[in-house]
């Protein structure tokens, strides 16, 4: 089975610029998250789909950062314009319902430097 | 505000001996608990995971205890191989599938 597909894998840009990840979830799972990681902190939840429609967004910084989900399959996350601050490893999952709960299958992540 | 927290950052254990891992958790709504572990330039892979129903999840060498009362869980890992040098993170979960992350323990199993 394959997994959650993420590119690029890194990327560098300058403060101002704008930057688009990418995600393929694991094929047949409903719900895809976004989540930040910062170096030496836990992954923070972006933005959770439902199939194509928006579950969570209370901590994505909508001035900046905007997710889509076209056809409740792919994802992309852009960040427009960046931060230093926005450095950081963005993980995308998706879930499928386990015995007791969901479980999360991560990407690889994109590892975003911030200049 | 932090409602999963591992307090230690860093961990070393001869190999063959117990590692244990340790969450604290704040939200009483919590009910269902994961432990990821993560190397080096690749995304978290699952681990374990327990639900309130339960205070104990065995598989293989790792067994997770769920203290629901003292909102605590822990991880233990025996014997340690070298192989389990990673970062672990502990991950809760309630109502609307919303998964909060501790900062995670770097574990280190020294040969």
């Known amino acids: 089975e394959a997994g959650v597909a993420q590119s690029p894998r890194y990327k560098i840009i300058e403060k101002r610029q704008s930057v688009a990840f990418w995600c393929n979830p694991i094929s047949g799972h409903a719900t895809l998250y976004w989540y930040q990681q910062i170096l030496g902190q836990g992954p923070k939840l972006l933005i959770q789909f439902q199939n194509n429609g928006v579950v969570d967004d209370s901590q994505l910084p909508k001035d900046r950062f905007s997710a889509e989900r076209l056809k409740g399959v792919d994802s992309t996350l852009k960040i427009q314009p960046a931060k230093l601050e926005d450095s950081a490893v963005y993980l995308c999952?998706?879930?499928?319902?386990?015995?007791?709960?969901?479980?999360?299958?991560f990407g690889s992540g994109t590892q975003l430097s911030v200049l | 505000d932090q409602q999963v927290k591992q307090n230690s950052p860093s961990l070393s254990v001869q190999e063959g001996r117990i590692s244990i891992l340790n969450c604290d958790y704040t939200?009483?709504?919590?009910?269902?608990f994961l432990w990821y572990k993560k190397y080096p330039a690749e995304g978290p892979t699952f681990l374990i995971s327990i639900s309130s129903i339960k205070d104990k999840n065995e598989d293989g060498r790792f067994t997770v205890f769920l203290n629901k009362s003292a909102k605590h869980l822990s991880l233990h890992i025996v014997p340690s191989q070298p192989g389990d040098s990673a970062v672990y993170f502990c991950?809760?979960?309630?109502?609307?599938?919303?998964?909060?992350f501790g900062t995670g323990t770097s574990l280190t199993v020294i040969p």
């Open positions: 939200n009483s709504m919590f009910d269902y």
């Open positions: 991950a809760a979960s309630g109502t609307g599938n919303q998964f909060y």
């Open positions: 999952a998706s879930s499928i319902l386990g015995r007791y709960g969901e479980k999360l299958f």
